[in-house]
């Protein structure tokens, strides 16, 4: 069966709710109440006049049965009527006040969940988010978020209200014939047992509801960020399936709770029906013998309150379930802003002013979250200004030494300096303020060209964009072929673009950044020798005067560097220029040649081999990784 989906950070609900810990977080409900209690105290006292105002129909009506009608006071009736109206307006204007009050309070809470949870999630680092699916980090945002909300906007609510109106009940109906209160009220410890039992066997099922439910949302995510692979290799039966499995394992969950909760209240309503019954029965001969003052007014306003007697106890009820919800949602929410960022800025650091670009590494070695040392005894320094070129065959740490640079993660051992400043010492943004990357799968946002651009420099003006496109070879294309210029939209709703494009644009964002060091992981791999040749002449432009790592697979591109570090399994095995490279013989002449001579490989091969996609030259022994 496919794990897919499944992050590994996973943890058991109610493990990590109790590690948590409800007090905590019952804590941070009222802490965050705390600064609109006028509209807490608003919602709350239009509540409690609308509970008191729906208590009293009853008692008018039975004005209106025994003085009015059995008595025969008509001049009595016009009060009444009068009192009955006011009673359900005033009911209805404060019930409008109470739910609007309620629910914009529920939204402002969740607004400020939602920003702070949002901005604390920016400020993780890179492993973080290795670590978590997406589609697991975007439905706390959304599927938690909306539980926390509706605990704010129909729990509080209704545990308030619901007390409340049992109370208010409670009392009017013992004073009123305190012989059939007690009659009514005999059913009701067993109706609250009952379904606290009941509870507590369902919430497996709800509990399972919503794994079934993360299980879905995880499928789909993966299924339409990959769709491409998964249309490539025809494996659209494949993923029905599995998505299959997902949905019917949430609609089993599903139905399995629906026949508890659809055959338990029935019944309970069905038991509870017997109460009404002897009170029928005893009230008719009480009235009938004119005992304790009974009435058929009296019987009346029973019945009348009898009806609100039930229903506030299984709400209550089913708000413990909105309120484990809640709880369970916010313990995941509070995992993410509990997670502290491993890349922080460190007491007294100090801000990086515009530097000249001296990046030395010394002895550095490095290791991912999970795994084994990547990078070891790593020594290099790149003048301000100079080129740097970093080759080995795949999985050699090329990567790697580029991702520590902007300190996207921190060495295990030894330090990285820029301009002799331990890059531990200065504080994040002023470093990565200064260095700008270009990937080589270069991600633009669901905006127009212009704003992709801009992205490098928001405060640059459209003028400033424009010569960062011409610089960067993209101002013709844009121009010339997209429809709307640089108004065009790209990315899920607007014009696709090449990779040769998309690069382009990504190395005018890096001109618009006007970065001190540049980082170019593979900007040139996956379009052809036209558009390198074109990227190429963008990229001369772009490291101008700026100290510049490339990482390339092909050689070709950077066989002027200042340096080249050849790297093999996490170490610099040779280094210097391309012409004291070649002169040395070594792993890196090797390479070269070989991919000079793939002519000569291929006339080697079998004649009945069969023929591969066509490939661009390749280290000895590298694997194919699948782009
Ligand atoms: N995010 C990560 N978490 C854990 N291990 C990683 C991560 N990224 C890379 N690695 C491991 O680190 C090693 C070096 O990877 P790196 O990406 O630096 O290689 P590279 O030289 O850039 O390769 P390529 O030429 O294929 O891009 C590899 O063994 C890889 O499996
Ligand atoms: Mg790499």
Request: charged share 20%.
């Amino acid at each position: 069966m496919s794990t897919r989906g499944r992050g590994p950070s996973k943890e058991d609900e109610l493990a990590l709710r109790k590690r948590i810990g409800d007090r905590r977080m019952i804590g941070w409900f009222y802490r965050s109440l705390l600064p609109y209690w006028p509209r807490v105290l608003l919602g709350m006292g239009s509540m409690l006049l609308s509970v008191g105002l729906g208590l009293l129909p009853p008692l008018l009506m039975k004005h209106v049965i025994d003085d009015v009608l059995g008595d025969g006071r008509m001049e009595l009736l016009g009060t009444l009527v009068a009192a009955l109206i006011s009673c359900f307006l005033g009911d209805a204007v404060f019930s409008a006040i109470r739910t609007a009050t309620m629910h914009i309070l529920a939204q402002r809470m969740v607004y400020d969940l939602r920003r702070d949870v949002h901005r604390h999630l920016q400020s993780l680092s890179l492993g973080y988010f290795e670590s978590h699916s997406t589609g697991d980090i975007m439905s706390r945002l959304s599927n938690d978020v909306g539980a926390v909300e509706n605990m704010v906007a129909h729990g509080t609510d209704t545990l308030v209200s619901d007390t409340c109106r049992l109370i208010g009940l409670i009392i009017f109906i013992t004073v009123m014939l305190w012989q059939l209160a007690l009659i009514s009220l005999i059913p009701l410890p067993f109706f609250a047992i009952a379904i606290v039992l009941f509870a507590r066997k369902v919430r497996p099922y709800y509990q399972k509801v919503r794994e079934e439910l993360g299980e879905i949302n995880a499928h789909l995510q993966e299924n339409i960020s990959g769709i491409r692979v998964v249309q490539a290799f025809a494996r659209e039966k494949h993923e029905e399936e599995l998505f299959d499995r997902a949905s019917f394992g949430y609609f089993k969950a599903y139905a399995k709770g629906v026949w508890m909760w659809s055959t338990f209240f029935p019944a309970m309503a069905f038991l509870t029906s017997f109460s009404f019954v002897a009170i029928i029965w005893y009230g008719a001969n009480l009235v009938h013998g004119h005992q304790h003052g009974a009435t058929i007014g009296t019987l009346v306003a029973f019945f009348g309150w009898l009806q609100g007697l039930y229903g506030p106890v299984r709400s209550l009820l089913q708000v413990h379930n909105t309120i484990n919800q809640a709880l369970a949602a916010l313990a995941r929410i509070f995992e993410i802003t509990d997670t502290k960022p491993e890349i922080t800025d460190a007491p007294g650091a100090q801000e990086l002013g515009r530097i000249e670009g001296r990046v030395e590494f010394e002895n550095v070695s490095f290791r991912y979250h999970t795994g084994e040392i990547v990078l070891s005894g790593v020594s290099l320094t790149a003048s301000p200004g100079q080129t740097v070129a970093l080759v080995g065959r795949s999985g050699a740490g090329k990567t790697s030494i580029a991702n520590l640079i902007p300190r996207f993660y921190d060495p295990l051992e030894g330090v990285v300096r820029v301009d002799g400043r331990d890059l531990c010492k200065v504080t994040v943004a002023s470093l990565r303020n200064q260095i700008a990357l270009v990937l080589q799968d270069t991600f633009l946002f669901d905006d127009t060209v212009r704003e992709n651009i801009r992205y490098g420099r928001l405060t640059a003006t459209d003028e400033e964009v424009q010569q960062a496109a011409i610089a960067a070879h993209a101002h013709e294309f844009i121009t010339e072929d997209l429809p709307n210029g640089y108004d065009t939209h790209i990315g899920e709703r607007g014009v696709k673009l090449s990779g040769g494009q998309k690069q382009r644009l990504a190395i005018a964002r890096a001109l618009l950044a006007d970065p001190r060091i540049l980082v170019l992981d593979e900007a040139t791999s996956s379009v052809d020798t036209e558009a390198e040749r074109i990227i190429q002449a963008a990229i001369n432009r772009l490291v101008r005067g700026r100290t510049t790592f490339v990482i390339a697979h092909r050689l070709s591109t950077i066989v002027n560097a200042d340096q080249i570090l050849v790297l093999e399994d996490g170490s610099i095995v040779e280094r210097g220029t391309h012409t004291e490279l070649m002169a040395l013989n070594g792993l890196y002449k090797e390479m070269y040649d070989r991919q000079f001579d793939i002519p000569e490989i291929e006339a080697s091969l079998p004649q009945d081999a069969a023929p591969g996609p066509a490939r661009g030259p390749s280290f000895p022994g590298e694997e194919y990784t699948g782009g």
